[in-house]
């Protein structure tokens, strides 16, 4: 079942990826001054392969991780789909089952909106 809505878990990490580290590194910046995670992680590069107008394609790509509490992942993926280069951008959340309490009051505490 596709979806946007937040499932019942309290964090979950979203990625994303960007077509260069420069743009991966600016989305992850304005994402995290808009407290929507508490950091971005950008990793790569990595290859990806895709379907993209009736034709395979081979990319070189950044990927961004950021984790947040699942009450602001609404926000977080409206914030990429409208500073995102993509078209369509990749945008997938997958709860987190656990973790650091401490860690996660962390993140809590970095993403509440001013």
Not at 2 to 26: G, I, K, N, Y
Request: aromatic content about 8%; overall charge negative.
């Amino acid at each position: 079942m596709a979806t946007d809505d937040a499932a019942t878990f309290e964090f979950c990490q979203v990625m994303t990826t960007c077509s260069s580290r420069a743009d991966a590194e600016a989305l992850g910046r304005a994402v995290v001054e808009a407290r929507l995670a508490p950091c971005a992680q950008v990793e790569g590069p990595i290859t990806s392969t895709f379907w993209w107008e009736g034709a395979i394609q081979v990319e070189e790509e950044w990927r961004v991780v950021l984790k947040t509490p699942t009450e602001r992942y609404q926000a977080l993926a409206q914030h990429i789909r409208d500073n995102h280069t993509y078209d369509v951008p990749e945008i997938v959340s997958l709860p987190i089952l656990t973790g650091a309490p401490d860690y996660l009051e962390w993140m809590r505490s970095e993403t509440r909106p001013s």
